[in-house]
């Protein structure tokens, strides 16, 4: 089946550092999503990217679609303690079901 | 509704019993899934209704999993003989199911914990 990596698996950083993690696949998707999940939540969507080499922002997040269709990352620019939490990429490929990845559990010290 | 609902939130059970999840998607949304999420882990997809299609079983971990969506709308997730293992958080998502446009909104989680 289609396999997402995504890195880093966890982040330790401090409150005003940027953040940066990416997924990478070995097949071509035609839609990258981000997702944040809150403790004892489900996960909520950050940012949807329907085109090779989009790049769209959201308040302080930003997240691109590789050009290559088999990537994407996403950044956050002057973190603060709110932004703990997992964060998730997903990717759909024609007509077929999201796949989504690990997860990067991101921690914020104040 | 206005967002994806499911019941119960949290589900103490014993080893060996049954147990139904429910999971009540946004208003006109053709698409379903439920995933499965253990503690501080990623999200092992259990199964996938989309319209009147076959549904996607592919993600269900043993035969005592099985899940059924009535009318196009609710869905019950059913474990049979529940093991220590299944303990973990349920969750359900829906989307409008339209092509390129695969955005899921997902419920809160059943916390399903065996004992």
């Known amino acids: 089946g289609q396999q997402l990596n995504q890195s880093p698996q966890s982040m330790f950083i401090q409150e005003g550092e940027d953040v940066s993690m990416n997924c990478t696949s070995s097949?071509?998707?035609?839609?990258w999503l981000w997702y944040k999940q809150d403790p004892g939540e489900g996960p909520v969507l950050l940012i949807a990217l329907y085109k090779a080499g989009e790049l769209t922002s959201n308040g302080r997040l930003t997240a691109q679609f590789g050009i290559t269709r088999k990537d994407s990352f996403l950044n956050i620019s002057a973190s603060i303690p709110s932004d703990v939490g997992i964060y998730f990429c997903a990717g759909q490929r024609g007509g077929s079901r999201l796949t989504f990845g690990e997860g990067t559990q991101l921690t914020v010290n104040p | 509704g206005a967002g994806v609902s499911q019941s119960p939130s949290n589900k103490v059970t014993e080893k060996g019993k049954d147990v139904e999840l429910r999971c009540d998607p946004i208003s006109g949304h053709t698409a379903l899934y439920w995933y499965r999420q253990s503690l501080g882990q990623g999200l092992e997809f259990l199964i996938y209704?989309?319209?009147?299609?076959?549904?996607?079983k592919s993600g269900l971990p043993s035969d005592r999993f099985s899940a059924e969506r009535t009318g196009g709308s609710v869905s019950t997730l059913t474990i049979q003989r529940t093991q220590q293992e299944d303990s973990a958080v349920y969750l359900c998502?829906?989307?409008?199911?339209?092509?390129?446009?695969?955005?899921?909104?997902f419920g809160a989680g059943s916390r399903l914990t065996v004992l």
């Open positions: 209704f989309q319209g009147n299609s076959a549904p996607d």
């Open positions: 097949s071509i998707f035609n839609t």
């Open positions: 998502a829906s989307s409008s199911g339209a092509p390129g446009a695969n955005v899921l909104t």
